[in-house]
Structure formats: C-alpha cells, structure tokens
C-alpha cells in the first residue's frame, strides 16, 4: 500500500470547470490514470522513459487524427476551451465608486496621522485674567504681566 495513492486523493488532483458532461468526467479519468501511473512508476528510470514513449506516439497519432478540429484564431477561441466555459456577453463587474486614494490630484490636502497628532495635541485655549483673552496661557506667564513688571 506504500506505493500506491488512494483513487479518491488523485480524483480532486483534476477540477474541470464547466458542466458535468461526459466529456468532463473522461478527461477526469484520463488524469486519474496517468497521476496513478507515474506514482507507480516512482523511482523507476525505465519505466517512466518507456511510458513517456508511449505518451508522445499516442499523442502524434490522436494529433493526425484530429487535426482539423483543433483551429483556434483568435485568442478567445484558446481561453474558452481551456476554461470550459463561453465568454458572457455582458460583464457585470464593475469597479467600485468612491475610493480616494492619497495625492489623487484634488484641491483639498489629506492630513496625514502624524500631523493630526500635533494638532491634537495642543493645549486648550482659556482664559487669561492679565489680558481677557482665551489664549494658549495664563496669567503666570501672561505679556500684560511681563511688561507691567519691567
């Protein structure tokens, strides 16, 4: 049992996206068999070379067989059928409204935190008994006081 991975671990290996078609559920299995190949082959040159053989002579007879079916022109074409899904006709996404980001170039300045702290951090203007004034000192330290006292 070393060697061997459970089946239900390489199920979820492969996810397809689209509908649950016939088509699905054989390319499933198909990755199933060569994931349970290769964990088998681990550690083994030979025999990983001699699978890999086969692979490329598989691929260039099923490649001549289908040829024709495989024309993509444009670049749509290519993401519909690795995505498994059409392109919608209408795309309902749109980008969000109201975001400013910082410097985005209007009239008004963002103040930044550090600066909001300074602001905030000035004392309270109150009243001076010297000069009747709400102003940033008191009566201790007030002009009137000083020039009264020279």
Same mark, same amino acid.
Not at 55 to 64: A, D, T
Not at 115 to 138: M, Q, W, Y
Not at 141 to 147: D, E, I, L, T
């Given at each position: 049992? !070393?060697?061997? /991975?459970? $089946? #239900?671990?390489?199920?979820? !290996?492969?996810?397809?996206? %689209?509908?649950?078609?016939? $088509?699905?559920?054989?390319? =499933? +299995? $198909?990755?199933? &068999? ?5 964990? =088998?082959?681990? @550690? +083994?040159? +030979? ?7 086969? /692979? ?11 040829? *024709?079916?495989? +024309? ?5 074409? $290519? /993401? ?11 795309? #309902?996404?749109?980008?969000?409204? @109201?975001?400013?980001?910082? %410097?985005? *170039? ?5 103040? @930044?935190? %550090? &600066? !909001?702290? /300074? ?10 008994? @010297? ?13 009137? !006081? ?5």
């Amino acid at each position: 049992m !070393r060697g061997i /991975i459970p $089946v #239900d671990v390489l199920h979820s !290996r492969h996810i397809s996206i %689209g509908s649950d078609s016939r $088509v699905d559920k054989l390319s =499933n +299995d $198909v990755y199933l &068999e060569v994931g349970q190949c290769l964990m =088998n082959f681990k @550690g +083994d040159e +030979d025999k990983i070379t001699a699978f890999l053989d086969n /692979i490329h002579s598989w691929k260039s007879n099923m490649l001549s067989v289908v040829s *024709g079916k495989l +024309d993509f022109t444009n670049k749509d074409d $290519v /993401i519909q059928s690795l995505v498994g899904v059409p392109r919608p006709e209408k795309i #309902d996404i749109l980008p969000p409204q @109201g975001i400013r980001n910082k %410097g985005c *170039g209007t009239s008004k300045r963002l103040i @930044g935190a %550090g &600066e !909001r702290a /300074i602001t905030k951090s000035k004392r309270p203007k109150r009243l001076c008994l @010297g000069c009747k004034e709400f102003v940033n000192h008191d009566i201790r330290n007030s002009p009137v !006081r000083k020039a009264s006292s020279n």
